[in-house]
């Protein structure tokens, strides 16, 4: 019940916080002077309120029409939510792999995997993803095999190559972590219990390391799940999607801007609550054994 509460109030708060945050453009002063317009900012979280409630009747007018939010924003939130997720669940399997054998490897080499990361972390986002598809591209002048569409076209949305492009930064950020928290949990005192037992070093790393990480991977997922939206839209403009930060950015009606972020907000939110109640079942579970 407690678990619940404190959910319900964090996701209350959120919601408080981007009805607050679309009525920001009306604050600000457009005639030059320094006074900050109270009135219309009221004036416009009114009109977001009243939209909220409201939401299947908000419009936006597009090509010289005006046409409902509602169905064309569910098409635009699903599919930036599937290369988001898609992305962070390749980015945690291959990070979780190379931490695997990372572990494995004598110190001098992950020493060198250490500084290897660090260097590839350090390469700009546009960078990463142009490169991906100048490879791609290559690839197909060369042999005429296109393993990957470059870019979505009307009717024809490309998933693959957009998740792998928004993944790789993640992936190496998850990597150095579950480096840092695997080292630390190698030098606690039930692995060396289990050593002493003969236990081998890979179920330790799978079962024991693991299960003792997930919080700390879990709570990193939040910082990364923000990151991986900013370069969304970087990704979005490149690959020529319709995606929920390219309609952001177009459309910037305050009732359209919350109502968007709240969207793209609620299923991040529930899947990481059902994570935690996840790890909260299985720290019980743990402790009780």
Not at 89 to 118: E, H, N, Q, Y
């Amino acid at each position: 019940m407690r678990f619940i509460t404190n959910q319900l109030l964090r996701f209350v708060c959120i919601i408080i916080g981007i009805i607050l945050m679309a009525g920001l453009p009306r604050l600000l002063p457009n005639d030059g002077s320094l006074t900050l317009n109270w009135q219309g900012y009221s004036s416009s979280l009114i009109d977001v309120l009243q939209g909220l409630i409201h939401f299947q009747e908000i419009t936006y007018s597009t090509e010289g029409a005006t046409r409902e939010l509602l169905p064309q924003l569910s098409g635009i939130v699903s599919y930036s939510l599937i290369v988001l997720i898609g992305s962070i669940l390749i980015a945690l399997l291959v990070a979780g792999l190379l931490t695997f054998g990372t572990m494995l490897m004598p110190m001098k080499w992950r020493k060198v995997s250490k500084v290897f990361s660090f260097v590839l972390e350090s390469i700009p986002d546009i960078l990463i993803i142009i490169i991906c598809q100048l490879v791609i591209v290559w690839i197909y002048k060369s042999t005429g095999l296109l393993f990957f569409e470059v870019a979505s076209m009307p009717g024809e949305p490309i998933y693959l190559l957009p998740m792998l492009c928004l993944s790789i930064l993640p992936m190496i950020q998850y990597y150095k972590v579950m480096v840092s928290i695997t080292e630390y949990e190698l030098d606690r005192q039930y692995v060396e219990l289990a050593k002493s037992k003969g236990v081998y070093q890979g179920r330790i790393l799978m079962i024991h390391v693991l299960r003792n990480s997930l919080a700390s991977i879990l709570n990193y997922s939040k910082t990364v799940i923000w990151f991986m939206l900013s370069n969304l839209l970087i990704l979005e403009y490149i690959f020529n999607i319709n995606g929920i930060m390219s309609f952001l950015l177009e459309y910037l009606n305050p009732q359209v801007f919350a109502l968007s972020l709240i969207s793209i907000f609620i299923p991040i939110f529930l899947l990481f609550a059902i994570g935690q109640w996840l790890l909260e079942r299985v720290t019980n579970e743990k402790v009780v054994m």
